[in-house]
């Protein structure tokens, strides 16, 4: 796929593997809007960086545990960028306990990782599916983890 002028959302953007794919993206050409939940600064820095390589950014706030943010962020990419041409899930959400203390998981962390991990990209994929099948060119990538 060439990346040149095509509008890529990366959201977590604002964190280590975030920034990273929002800079690579950017230095093949596409513009790239960065979703964060909370850190402004950090949003803002990464869309200085894309903005070095020449490419338009924007930061996005999301917390894709809600459906009301979600379409919200995804319309300002589309509005901001005039279209939307590639999905980076890549935020995500966990608290690490040990498996000798997994009473400590709760329902609520149970929750929270789901909704966090599982749910916000599938809705983000719907969300952003109208936009994407317009060129019928464009894509989803979802990212995964593991913390060892």
């Known amino acids: 796929m060439e990346l040149k002028d095509r509008v890529a959302f990366v959201t977590g953007g604002s964190g ?13 050409g596409a513009h790239v809007a960065i979703g964060y939940k909370s850190n402004t600064d ?8 894309v903005e070095g390589l020449k490419r338009r ?36 959400w966990n608290v690490p306990i040990p498996f000798p203390d997994l009473e400590s998981l709760t329902p609520e962390i149970w929750d929270r990782l789901l909704n966090t991990n599982l749910r916000g990209p599938f809705l983000l994929a719907r969300a952003a599916a109208p936009h994407l099948a317009k060129e019928n060119s464009g894509r989803i990538v979802n990212v995964s983890a593991s913390l060892v």
């Open 16 to 28: 280590g593997l975030g920034s990273a794919i929002a800079c690579r993206l950017a230095a093949a």
């Open 42 to 49: 950090a949003a803002e820095k990464v869309c200085q960086k």
């Open 57 to 92: 950014s924007t930061a996005v706030q999301l917390d894709q545990t809600d459906p009301g943010s979600i379409e919200a962020a995804v319309e300002t990419t589309k509005h901001t960028f005039d279209g939307l041409d590639i999905l980076v899930n890549n935020a995500a």
